[in-house]
């Protein structure tokens, strides 16, 4: 089960973000399972839940239920819930407004920040596992 819980999820629901968030994992030898649907993605999780999990798109899509059940997931599991958002949208949240999150990852992106999320995410999960 280890094996299957050493990848990232995205929750991609039409976003123009994919292909580079791809290339980006590509080139840091990431595994990525990409879920086009809420339910999709649920499933994967609760299977085998990843150390990361990227939600993209518009805001309006993520649900509060839908972050509230990925936190609950994420609390028993250690993900790391972050939300892809750009920096001059007018409709991005304050962390305090999204208590589901973990935090936003925030465009553009550059592979130097997506390595740290993803280092962080991982040894979170780790930590959480071990104990």
């Known amino acids: 089960m280890e ?6 999820l995205i929750l991609d629901q039409g976003s ?3 292909q580079l968030i791809e290339s980006l994992l590509g080139h840091l ?3 990525l399972v990409v ?3 809420p339910e999709q993605a649920m499933a994967r999780a609760s299977q085998a839940p990843p150390y990361l999990l990227i939600l993209t798109g ?3 899509q993520w649900s509060k239920s839908l972050v509230h059940q990925f936190r609950t997931l994420a609390d028993t599991s250690g993900i790391t819930i ?3 958002t750009d920096v001059h949208a007018p409709s991005w949240l304050r962390q305090e407004d999204n208590p589901g999150l973990d935090g936003f990852l925030v465009k553009p992106l550059n592979r130097d920040i997506l390595s740290s ?3 962080s995410a991982w040894v979170r999960q780790t930590y959480c596992s071990s104990h």
């Open 3 to 8: 094996q299957l819980q050493n990848y990232i």
């Open 82 to 84: 972050v939300a892809l």
């Open 35 to 37: 879920a086009s649907s």
């Open 58 to 60: 518009n805001q309006n």
């Open 117 to 119: 999320l993803i280092q």
């Open 16 to 18: 123009d973000d994919l």
């Open 29 to 31: 030898r990431c595994p």
